[in-house]
């Protein structure tokens, strides 16, 4: 078996290492240490477990370890030491070229060390307690991977150089803050970089009172995490489309994909599928790809658009199974095969997948509007309120957001409260003006509210959207899969005007 890292093949047959077809003089311990930084993928591995691969069962001294590093970058060669990086306080990682760092794949973040204006104790344990707090909530994302604690924390002795350490690293974003005190209030202030040009791409300040300090923690937690991961997606999608299409990996064919797929518009379905075909092609371990390209799958059987070719049903349905089989512990990717598999399949028992997917990452304004749908259709618009209104909350700045707005509005006209849904969809149009549902939600509302002549018009704007949407179209989708939303707008698009056929 053979690990490639840049210029150096791993023969792991032949105990062997070479660097552009040339064998280099490295001994047993040598071979194993190189092995699990190559494993690592770039990732920072820490002494403890080096110490572990290269001396199992045996207790040495870290002495043994740098010995053995140093010895491994001379025979690297001169520039042995920009492939083997110290990451301070943690051990070392491995890049696949010497510096600059050519970043591929998921990003990383940082949370740089929260800076404390107030010297008191009180005022360090809530910084350190938040830089804690915010690690744990955004690793639930899969999206991007998260420096350690202790990689963070080491950052701290590079003062205002925190950020180029970082840079260092492999980082590509940096999330920073600052708590100043005055008095019994704190103020919080936090702001997402980009690590590589040190560009500013979101900030906001918080502020709260000393005496509730969990409860202040806790929120700021939340709203931070809830505008971050928005912000990465859009910040990397951008990246993306300024590389050349023949230097793009599985990740970033992925990222290209992205756009068309959250687009309410159903032109960029087929290029969407053939990007994420070729992600799973580069890599066919990358489950969220399938699940991404599962969901498009059904984004048209939900709308009611014409197949694609071959079944859209059969081909949704073996892409969201083989999504969970390739990696099921991804929150996003099981909320997304769940709602696909519950909406397609009309497999009920896939509601507790999306719940599972919620307690998992409970911050991610995609799941939460997923669940919400998924509450949506069985009925329950209390639940669905709960989940859509969280969604928003937690990102009332991101990309979707009007998705968000209309389910809360959707909930609402379920749950009788029509003019507080006009309300909501209004807002989600004048946030996007071009969703379907929110059209159809308005039209059953001021049907509903005797509003006869808004109703057709916003029938006519849903024909305009999508010309092929019919009563029948929408009562087969209907039957098969129990949509009690459905059920509660077919007849007042009837009463409106919408085509029997």
Same mark, same amino acid.
């Given at each position: 078996?053979?690990?490639?890292?840049?210029?150096?093949?791993?023969?792991?047959? @032949?105990?062997?290492?070479?660097?552009?077809?040339?064998?280099?003089?490295?001994?047993?311990?040598?071979?194993?240490?190189?092995?699990?930084?190559?494993?690592?993928?770039?990732?920072?591995?820490?002494?403890?477990?080096?110490?572990?691969?290269?001396?199992?069962?045996?207790?040495?001294?870290?002495?043994?370890?740098?010995?053995?590093?140093?010895?491994?970058?001379?025979?690297?060669?001169?520039?042995?030491?920009?492939?083997?990086?110290?990451?301070?306080?943690?051990?070392?990682?491995?890049?696949?070229?010497?510096?600059?760092?050519?970043? @591929?794949?998921?990003?990383? &973040?940082?949370?740089?060390?929260?800076?404390?204006?107030?010297?008191?104790?009180?005022?360090?344990?809530?910084?350190?307690?938040?830089?804690?707090?915010?690690?744990?909530?955004?690793?639930?994302?899969?999206?991007?991977?998260?420096?350690?604690?202790?990689?963070?924390?080491?950052?701290?002795?590079?003062?205002?150089?925190?950020?180029?350490?970082?840079?260092?690293?492999?980082?590509?974003?940096?999330?920073?803050?600052?708590?100043?005190?005055?008095?019994?209030?704190?103020?919080?202030?936090?702001?997402?970089?980009?690590?590589?040009?040190?560009?500013?791409?979101?900030?906001?300040?918080?502020?709260?009172?000393?005496?509730?300090?969990?409860?202040?923690?806790?929120?700021?937690?939340?709203?931070?995490? =809830?505008?971050?991961?928005?912000?990465?997606?859009?910040?990397?999608? *951008?990246?993306?489309?300024?590389?050349?299409?023949?230097?793009?990996?599985?990740?970033?064919?992925?990222?290209? %994909?992205?756009?068309? &797929?959250?687009?309410?518009?159903?032109?960029?379905?087929?290029?969407?599928?053939?990007?994420?075909?070729?992600?799973?092609?580069? +890599?066919?371990?990358?489950?969220?790809?399938?699940?991404? %390209?599962?969901?498009?799958?059904?984004? @048209? &059987?939900?709308?009611?658009?014409?197949?694609?070719?071959?079944? +859209?049903?059969?081909?949704?349905?073996?892409?969201?199974?083989?999504?969970?089989?390739?990696?099921?512990?991804?929150?996003?990717?099981?909320?997304?095969?769940?709602?696909?598999?519950?909406?397609?399949?009309?497999?009920?028992?896939?509601?507790?997948?999306?719940?599972?997917?919620?307690?998992?990452?409970?911050?991610?304004?995609?799941?939460?509007?997923?669940?919400?749908?998924?509450?949506?259709?069985?009925?329950? %618009?209390?639940?669905?309120?709960?989940?859509?209104?969280?969604?928003?909350?937690?990102?009332?700045?991101?990309?979707?957001?009007?998705?968000?707005?209309?389910?809360?509005?959707?909930?609402?006209?379920?749950?009788?409260? !029509?003019?507080?849904?006009?309300?909501?969809?209004?807002?989600?149009?004048?946030?996007?003006?071009?969703?379907?549902?929110?059209?159809?939600?308005?039209?059953?509302?001021?049907?509903?509210? =005797?509003? @006869?002549?808004?109703?057709?018009?916003?029938?006519?704007?849903?024909?305009?959207?999508?010309?092929?949407?019919?009563?029948?179209?929408? *009562?087969? =989708?209907?039957?098969?899969?129990?949509?009690?939303?459905?059920?509660?707008? &077919?007849?007042?698009?009837?009463?409106?005007? !919408?085509?029997?056929?």
């Amino acid at each position: 078996m053979r690990a490639t890292s840049g210029p150096f093949t791993l023969d792991h047959d @032949r105990r062997q290492l070479t660097r552009d077809g040339r064998t280099l003089p490295i001994g047993q311990r040598g071979f194993v240490l190189f092995a699990a930084l190559v494993e690592a993928k770039g990732e920072a591995v820490s002494k403890d477990k080096l110490m572990e691969c290269a001396w199992p069962g045996l207790i040495v001294e870290e002495s043994n370890l740098s010995v053995q590093i140093s010895a491994l970058r001379r025979a690297l060669g001169d520039d042995g030491d920009s492939f083997i990086i110290t990451v301070p306080r943690v051990g070392y990682r491995l890049v696949a070229r010497a510096a600059p760092v050519l970043l @591929r794949g998921p990003p990383l &973040i940082a949370v740089l060390p929260v800076t404390n204006h107030d010297s008191g104790a009180e005022s360090t344990s809530f910084a350190d307690g938040m830089v804690d707090d915010l690690i744990v909530a955004l690793s639930r994302f899969r999206t991007f991977g998260v420096l350690s604690r202790s990689a963070s924390f080491a950052l701290r002795d590079r003062g205002s150089d925190a950020l180029a350490a970082a840079r260092e690293l492999g980082i590509r974003y940096a999330l920073e803050g600052s708590v100043t005190r005055e008095a019994n209030r704190l103020r919080v202030t936090a702001k997402l970089l980009d690590a590589e040009t040190g560009t500013p791409l979101w900030a906001e300040k918080y502020d709260g009172d000393v005496t509730e300090v969990f409860t202040f923690q806790d929120r700021i937690t939340e709203a931070v995490v =809830g505008l971050v991961e928005p912000k990465i997606r859009v910040a990397e999608i *951008e990246r993306v489309r300024r590389k050349p299409p023949e230097s793009l990996d599985a990740y970033e064919y992925y990222l290209k %994909a992205l756009p068309l &797929i959250y687009a309410p518009s159903p032109q960029g379905h087929e290029q969407a599928l053939a990007l994420l075909e070729k992600s799973v092609e580069l +890599d066919p371990g990358f489950g969220l790809a399938a699940a991404y %390209a599962a969901w498009v799958y059904e984004k @048209r &059987i939900s709308s009611r658009l014409p197949s694609l070719g071959n079944s +859209d049903r059969d081909n949704c349905i073996a892409l969201a199974y083989a999504a969970l089989k390739a990696n099921s512990d991804d929150p996003l990717l099981r909320a997304i095969c769940s709602f696909v598999l519950y909406r397609v399949e009309r497999n009920v028992a896939m509601l507790e997948g999306l719940r599972e997917a919620v307690r998992a990452n409970p911050n991610s304004v995609v799941i939460l509007n997923l669940c919400g749908i998924g509450y949506q259709m069985s009925g329950d %618009a209390d639940e669905a309120l709960r989940f859509r209104t969280r969604a928003y909350e937690l990102g009332p700045s991101a990309p979707d957001a009007y998705v968000s707005l209309h389910g809360m509005g959707a909930a609402e006209m379920m749950r009788g409260n !029509l003019e507080t849904a006009v309300q909501w969809c209004l807002r989600s149009l004048a946030t996007f003006n071009e969703w379907p549902f929110t059209y159809m939600t308005l039209a059953t509302c001021y049907e509903r509210l =005797g509003r @006869r002549e808004d109703a057709k018009a916003m029938v006519q704007r849903l024909r305009e959207l999508n010309p092929t949407l019919t009563l029948s179209a929408l *009562e087969e =989708g209907v039957d098969r899969c129990d949509d009690a939303y459905g059920v509660a707008v &077919i007849p007042s698009l009837r009463a409106a005007g !919408l085509p029997e056929r």
